[in-house]
């Protein structure tokens, strides 16, 4: 969400999916899916080659609990989180309750199934320890112009995990190490990736919703058993809310 935001952490929330996008976003609510948008000729982020045209990923509400993400969690200053989406494309709004952390999933970091389980403790009413939401950034539409990302991998009940990092990747034929060893050869390959997709949707046309009940009943991604991770904190008594979960988390703003 900020370029500014420490801790950065990981978590597998459903439902997600995600997508190599160069314009668009979108995400889902009891998981997500994820995907890259690009870019139209006439978008403002559309640029010619030479330029690189950028890579806007994003989550779009699936409805289907079997589309999971792996997102990084950033503890921000909450002024940042209203500065976020300014000038953003992709449709993107935030929500605080659409995507599900899945607690004890292994791509959870224990340092944020540390947190949230402290929070469901000092929270009264919650029975739920199993799964808890973050503010999560969503794309509000699925435009033609979006590009699923490609499933990483699918868990034995049957769970599509896809981030935005490697997924990007294999939808360029590449790697995300790549990424790292040879800069000029990841971004050639994400670019002919991108171009492809461009003309591959450049005649498509959005059209409006389809009358009538939806396929997938919207729902509430939590109900008042299950934590909302929306808690505004001063900096050192967040340090001191680690400290009651076992983590030592020292942020510069303390003393405030």
Same mark, same amino acid.
């Given at each position: ?6 801790? *950065? &952490?990981? @978590?597998? $929330?459903?439902?997600? &999916? ?5 314009? $668009?976003?979108? *995400?889902?609510? *009891? /998981? ?13 982020? =559309? ?23 792996? $997102? ?25 309750? +659409? ?14 199934? #540390? ?10 009413? +919650?029975?739920?320890?199993?799964? @808890? ?15 699923? $990302? ?8 049957? &769970? ?6 490697? =997924? +990007? ?11 790292? @060893? ?10 002919? #990736?991108? /171009?492809?997709?461009?003309?591959? &949707?450049?005649?498509?046309?959005? #059209? ?19 934590? /909302?991770?929306?808690? #505004? ?10 400290? /009651?979960?076992? +983590? ?9």
């Amino acid at each position: 969400m900020s370029q500014r935001a420490t801790p *950065q &952490t990981a @978590a597998l $929330s459903r439902p997600a &999916t995600s997508g190599p996008q160069r314009t $668009s976003e979108t *995400q889902d609510i *009891q /998981r997500s899916l994820s995907g890259t948008s690009v870019a139209k000729v006439a978008s403002r982020e =559309s640029k010619p080659p030479p330029d690189l045209n950028p890579v806007n990923p994003g989550l779009v509400p699936s409805g289907d609990d079997m589309d999971a993400n792996i $997102s990084s969690i950033y503890l921000v200053d909450r002024r940042q989180a209203a500065r976020a989406l300014l000038n953003e494309p992709r449709f993107l709004s935030m929500t605080p309750d +659409l995507a599900k952390v899945d607690v004890d999933a292994e791509e959870t970091d224990a340092p944020v199934r #540390a947190l949230i389980q402290q929070a469901v403790a000092e929270t009264p009413g +919650l029975t739920n320890t199993k799964n @808890a939401t973050f503010l999560q950034v969503i794309s509000t539409w699925k435009s033609c112009h979006f590009l699923p $990302s490609p499933v990483l991998y699918t868990k034995p009940d049957g &769970t599509r995990v896809t981030d935005f990092p490697h =997924s +990007l990747a294999a939808f360029s034929g590449t790697t995300d190490e790549v990424r790292v @060893a040879d800069a000029a050869a990841y971004n050639a390959a994400v670019e002919t #990736a991108v /171009r492809a997709g461009v003309e591959q &949707t450049k005649e498509c046309v959005d #059209a409006p919703a389809a009358a009538g009940a939806p396929a997938t009943p919207a729902r509430y991604g939590v109900d008042k058993f299950t934590k /909302r991770m929306i808690d #505004a904190y001063r900096p050192c008594a967040f340090e001191e809310f680690a400290t /009651r979960a076992g +983590l030592d988390i020292q942020l510069p703003q303390c003393p405030n």
